[in-house]
């Protein structure tokens, strides 16, 4: 190393050290000079300098945009994620000036190191807002970065689809089921713009958006104004396409031309997802079963019901497109039905996508057996299974009465039209789903019904005493559309928890206090203790069950603390299987001297 050499690491150090505490000191020519240095580390450190700049003086960095590009060239991974994180800090504001740099983005979308492919995404979509032409050619190689766990990534990858679908809404066609997913995330921006992107698509191909309705009428309620504004948009597009269709006739007159010898697994995602767990009850039935499809009311999670000589099987049915595949995560969830159905002898998930092989893999060793979309059509083409039946109920449904009491699905899920006929596109849709468990004002069982409305939002009501609950926000609490009385219900969906009386009963203390705990659903396990043993039928599961149930509800405090815990556990727990470590960790601070406690106690 020459003398120079090293005066030169020292100082580039010395930048890196001052210019995230006074960048308006930092000389930027000199910087720019040391950028070009031959030693790696000097261009490293001096990168980063330019990069800092470029977060605190996006005007300044517009000057040298110019070494930002050059960056992008380099053999240090970490100077070309300055480069690229330059690049989307200036574009934000002046995408204008980092349009040029577009071409030498895109290669980097294939970067071998995370941080320089996620910023060239995040790029990329800066740029999108006003030039979207610029990134049609790069649909394919951006929409992994939807299902990226940085915020900020899916993010800006889903403001890239946003923009393209403004302008070429066929750019998106074939991302709306990678664009779905982003309708349930928690961050703001992934919501907003995957359903702006999805409002765009509708306009012009309605047909495309349909499967994500469901996940669309869920942001009716969100908070951010403009996702529940997106949502309406798109929604009221479907209601629209499907009145046309109506009038028109069913487009299932094709699909009647259907046998169990040429269907294909495309044709599944066609099907109405009510009418899909009749086909694959049907499937059974062939195979010599008696089935029962379980009310949507009370399914819990069991769809199809099969029996053949003392053997008993419970069916999961999932229509899903090929994209959306069923991971671990929902393989974990479904063994659960062990435990809700113990006289099964066997858990069969069934869908018209995929399984991931992480989800195969955790699959079997829960032994629940699974069968995807081809190995469905198989059994359909071997059992020449009759489909007309199938095909007759789409036809009803599109016809029939709309009657929620009617029905025996929600209109929600109904895939041909999904709000039924529906006169004028511009009036409320109402969308009611039996909720199913008893009124805890008139005691009717099986009466209340959850609606969803586009102006109004989402209610409970009684369909026996017409009372009706509004959801409190930012709680599990739903409060009573009354002014003389003053009612609470907690966890309409969970354990109940039902106060209620007028305001001057309240304040005495004299009002309604009406409690049922875990303990009446004893199946219902611990949230945590799952997580960390990657299933719920791990015996010390079960000695932690009964504590709950025998010593904790058995009392004020331990009731108080059980009610705690089901609120505030399922995120943590969701945290912890995620991750091998924390699963070993959780079992060995938290589950063992639990365990050791339990048993001292009893």
Known sequence: MTENEGADKERAKELREIAPKEPSEVPIAETQKLFKSSSVSVREDASSVLATIATFDREEARG?????????DDESAEVRYHGAYSLSAVGEEYPQDVRNATDDLKPLLADSDDRVRAHAAVALGTMAAEYPEDVRDVVEDLRPFLNSPDDNVRGHAALVFANLAAEYPEDVRDVVSDLEPLLTKRDIWSKRRASLALAHVAEEYPEDVRVATVSLESLLEDEDQETKENAKTALRRLIEDSNS??????????????SSQNISREDLESIDPYNFEQLVADVWEAKGYDTTVRSKSGDKGIDVEAEKTGYKEVIQVKRYNINNKLGSEDVRFYATLYQQEPEANSVVVVTSGEFTKEGRELAE????????????????????????SVLDQEKSNDNGSLDPKSSSHSISQSLAHPFGDIPNPNQDVEISNLFGRECPVCSSQNSIWKTTSINTGTRLKCSDCNTTWRRIKNSKKWTVDSEERIQIWTAHDGPLHFQSGTPEEWMKGEHVNKKDHPKVTTDEGCFIATAAFGTPHAKEINELREFRDNILLSNTLGEMFVDAYYRFSPPIAEWISESERRKKTTRRLVIDPSLWFVRKIQ
């Open 365 to 388: 060793d829960l032994k629940i057996e699974t069968l995807n979309g081809n190995e469905l059509v198989n059994e359909i083409q071997e059992h020449s299974v009759e489909l007309n």
């Open 64 to 72: 040298f945009i110019g070494d930002f590009v050059s960056m992008l």
């Open 245 to 258: 269709s109506t009038k028109g006739g069913s487009n299932l007159d094709q699909s009647n031309q259907l």
